[in-house]
Antibody
Framework: QITLKESGPTLVKPTQTLTLTCTFSGFSLSTTGVGVGWIRQPPGKALEWLALVYWDDDKHYSPSLNPRLTITKDTSKNQVVLTMTDMDPVDTATYYC???????????????WGQGTLVTVSS | DIVMTQSPDSLAVSLGERATINCKSSQSVFYRSNNNNYLAWYQQRPGQPPKLLIYWASTRESGVPDRFSGSGSGTDFTLTISSLQAEDVALYYCQQYGSIPWTFGQGTRVEIK
């Protein structure tokens, strides 16, 4: 059974750096084809893809946010960490992490999602 | 970036009737390398994370009721709910995952008439 859970601060101040942790179970990030990504959703708005790390440590970022984002994985801890620098009130959103599997017969996109964590940016 | 545009933004359908949501991509999401459209549909109920319904444009995820179906190719796609049930009230998003950055549509809200 695959589960993911996001954790981190619920409130950050403008210009601070946000660090979010995705702790997962039921799969290994050392398995070929596996990836974990981050997606956010501002209140009442659409989903926005942020970053993705693959089993082989290949990483991809949203070009519009790239300079501010860093994604890392710790396979031994079953965790993926996302950092976002220079936070602004417009970054207020629910942040989700999600599992992705590539390979024969799979979807290649996000099939399992965490419940999300709401991060508010305010002074 | 590939822009995903959904229509309509919202629709109200009577219970048991058909609901149709359209999604148009600014570039083709069909890739000849594996003959697939890199297009997915998600359902998001209030207060819940998105749930994968359809991938490869028309493949139903395991456990998804067969009243949900996806069709289309290239740049034009459709999600159809053949007989709307009360539990289908939700936001629906299309997503392309063939080109970085992966992008989502703006969402379509489905309600009961």
């Amino acid at each position: 059974q695959i589960t993911l859970k996001e954790s981190g601060p619920t409130l950050v101040k403008p210009t601070q750096t946000l660090t979010l942790t995705c702790t997962f179970s039921g799969f290994s990030l050392s398995t070929t084809g596996v990836g974990v990504g981050w997606i956010r959703q501002p209140p009442g708005k659409a989903l926005e893809w942020l970053a993705l790390v693959y089993w082989d440590d290949d990483k991809h970022y949203s070009p519009s946010l790239n300079p501010r984002l860093t994604i890392t994985k710790d396979t031994s801890k079953n965790q993926v960490v996302l950092t976002m620098t220079d936070m602004d009130p417009v970054d207020t959103a629910t942040y989700y992490c999600a599992h992705r599997l590539g390979g024969h017969g799979t979807s290649y996109t996000f099939d399992y999602w965490g419940q999300g964590t709401l991060v508010t940016v305010s002074s | 970036d590939i822009v995903m545009t959904q229509s309509p933004d919202s629709l109200a359908v009577s219970l048991g009737e058909r609901a149709t949501i359209n999604c148009k991509s600014s570039q083709s999401v069909f890739y000849r390398s594996n003959n697939n459209n890199y297009l997915a549909w998600y359902q998001q109920r209030p207060g819940q994370p998105p749930k994968l319904l359809i991938y490869w444009a028309s493949t139903r995820e395991s456990g998804v009721p067969d009243r949900f179906s996806g069709s289309g190719s290239g740049t034009d796609f459709t999600l159809t709910i053949s007989s709307l049930q009360a539990e289908d009230v939700a936001l629906y998003y299309c997503q392309q995952y063939g080109s970085i950055p992966w992008t989502f549509g703006q969402g379509t809200r489905v309600e009961i008439k």
